[in-house]
């Protein structure tokens, strides 16, 4: 029976082992994940995004605002420049949403605002829009349009950060080898 334990531990510790070894190259994903924080008054619920390093392009973007999720993909991977240049690119959205990068020799502010139809009487919808902006008014501007059912009455205004989300298989990675390791330690004694 003892045998029979150790043989087991054994072949456990082995197979942890070669997964180990076998999940950082899985896991190397080149999609990073990020949450959107939002504050201000009448501010969006809840927002994230994911953006692929190879081939450096936004894999996802939504916000949730009013009852509604937008999708910002393809205005992300086309932001539009204020007051340029030099010219926005995704991937200077993506530097200056997730690093502390300056835009023509100034830092960046982070703010999102809800308006309403423009002009008044609705030909377009209510949209909302997300500002990477300097103290100059120049940066880059992105964001979506409500549904028609969605109506905002008047335009608020708040800013926003942005927090890193870890990658999942790390906190698997980090457990198997707490396990390999405690393993390892009940057949020492």
Known sequence: MKNRLKTNRLNLVNLLSVMLLTFPTISTA?????????????????????????????TSFLITSLGVELDLL??????????????????NLFESLTTNVQYQGLDLTYKWSKNP???????????????????????????????GSVSVPSTTTGTFSVSPVPEPSLALLLGLGTLVISVRRSRLT
Do not use: E, H, K
């Open 30 to 58: 080149a999609i990073v994940y990020y949450d959107l924080n939002f504050s201000g008054n009448g501010s969006p619920d809840s927002g994230s995004f994911s953006f692929n390093t190879d081939t450096g392009r936004f």
């Open 74 to 91: 393809s205005s992300a991977n086309s932001p539009v420049t204020q007051n340029g240049p030099p010219s926005f690119t995704r991937l």
């Open 117 to 147: 139809p423009n002009p008044p009487g609705g030909v377009f919808d209510s949209g909302l829009s997300l500002r990477v902006f300097n103290s100059n008014n120049a940066g880059a501007v992105f964001g979506a349009r409500y549904p």
